[in-house]
């Protein structure tokens, strides 16, 4: 899997901070814009953040490439309805090259492990038989399994990726999107370091684990009633 | 494939109307509610329509259970992002009986059928005993193929009813979703039928084929220049 | 202000259930709708909003009419993104009757009640000479004050009134949009007690109060610190 | 009123065409990015526009200031809900400088000119001392005419754009809205001239006017029938 930020919004902590500001502020952004250190911006969106004031934090936006993902993978990913996808198409696009994702669970069975391939490497052979006969690629691809691999460019901002990561960095999620929104994070630290720090699990919101059973991280509100 | 409406606004084109209506009456709706006609009703949802006034629609919402869509389908489906979707997971649901999706194409081809039928059932028997050995589900599903079918309860309203069928029951589309949506038509009509009747293939809005080749149905825009 | 639930979903709560469970059931929801008793369903929407799995809620909608609100309210109301409005335009229709809200505290205060009920009928009567003379209803509203009343037509869906009554029942919001969302509350609860009961201010599910400054209902995380 | 573009994202035309072409692509988007000339990029940006792909659009995000709308500008404004506002608040700001919007047909009569800039002047007066005597500047604010000015950051993506000016160029708007968009559209087209191009009317899409009357641009269906 490989997570590249495409392109964003410029400046993006200071168009947020700013976006932000300019609500109680008489003067108009471009004042606004000019007047905020890095300290009051980096101030600022831990504070909106702390006190779920997140409309401002929609004025940033980043768009990623997504590389390898399993179709597994993606079709989770698009549940996110607040975001823009543009996905390679299995209708348009003869698969040539075999790529797919093998899960660790997998790759550590020494049974298992050569019989997946072996079984994935069929799939793709019958693939190709049936398209060089002239079945349509978009009925053929119906053999081909989940966990053959995707390219996306995906485009969210930055209140969808604290929704997102809250959701996915979360060990509750299946492991592929959890190291997906990692990725996504680590590329976001890069040119916004504050919002960056701040794509975290839910549970840092909550300040409990809501879940069934804790990881560790936050007790749930059972355990908590529980210590007292 | 099964598609049947499960719940939907009771008098959903009438609500449709007469929201319509208040927009440009001194009167509450609820005295709306009182004054329109069958005939009313069924003129304003046309006349809505027609002048591409959307909003009233989306008071109407329709809730859907899908049964039987491959996940390549379902893959599509969900890329509506003005719906609700509830989808069966593969995380925490051990696939029991085999049920999955053969395109007539590969049906019809003697040659394939039965390879098609052998590729899905090994691939079956390989994530059975993945799991049984103690690999997880969300794991062993990678080597499942994308015909695998997969059951959705979903919610759309009214406008975003007729945007997906605008897109949908155009036969550009794949056979499989047109088909969905065709069933999708066939349930809204016998609650609405007006709004039933409506739910047609983007064409017939423009009054030509914007896509790059016609089915026949309405000339593409060059068809229409070369006839003059 | 007066707001009546005009139409909903049928057994808004059932078809959450159902959806949810659905999810992670082999069988198709036809058949979990059967099965589901009255105590199921309650423990099953708790559990959901406790858990934050929210998206089951959107297959339920409430369409309501909300009659008398200010435009200054309805300004703020409107900001919700994922609803849908139908508002009174003051661009088709000519203001006849002279409806308008007063704040408490313009009410309470001897000095200002009367000058502002003056103002008002003053703009309402340059408003009529200027619509009568031919100058367009949708250039004569702009001498219209803010509190003058509207009426609208909205529909949401359980998963937003969860989270627009999180932000609008906290007594950090403006006295206007709270009194309409203890309406539209008690409306909810009439045909969806369980659901209902959980439209509540943000800290109940926080445990904290995430303003600057608590109401007192819960503590902030500075001053649960302290306490410590 | 003033509209300025104050970020956007980088070379948000040639984003739009190689996630576009990444669709039907066996390469990265990488690859794409670095292939497509600016020829390729205008005529795939056309070619999406004209076929109604529309998705693609949602890469590029476009962030303005705008300022000196009046209040009954922006409530209109905020109902494009696939967009995001930070809008000046009347709640946190006292208002100093009294800035109202003028209609031309009311600053062309010259019997209620004057009366119109009084009665805003009087709004503005009781306003100012009751919340010198102590009233909530919430609630003072219902004083306050429609025709006040506001400032908003607005930002929009690339398809919200076109979908808006279809309809918010269309003459049937009020011109205070078209005016905004026109400038939007000026800004656009500074960065980029082939999407800023596209920024038109819905009859230019469809051929024909929807309306129930045409302003002149393109006939109604009806005409077009009549004239054969």
Redesign the interface.
Known sequence: M?V?L??????PEL?IA???R?????E???EV?KSLSPQNVARLIKGLI???HL??L??A?F?F?L?GL???C??QL??H??A??????????TL?DLK???????TS?P??RA??HQ??R??HQ?YD??VK?G??R??????????LET?L?M?M?ARELLQACALRLCPRS?WEIVELFERIKTEVKQVAPTLGEELRP?CY????C???KSCGLFPT?KETAKAR
């Open positions: 490989q590249r495409l392109r964003y919004t410029p400046d168009i700013a976006a932000a300019s609500t109680s502020s008489p108009p952004i471009q814009l702390a006190a779920g409309s401002p929609e004025h936006g768009t490439s590389e399993s179709r597994a993606s079709h698009v549940r309805r607040l823009s996808y543009s996905q390679q198409s299995q209708r348009f696009i040539q797919y994702v093998t899960p660790q669970s997998i069975h049974q298992f019989r997946y079984q994935v069929e799939a019958l038989e049936m006969a079945i349509p978009e009925d053929a691809r119906y053999v081909l399994p989940s966990g390219n460019v485009t901002n299946q839910k919101k909550l300040t409990y809501d879940e069934p509100l």
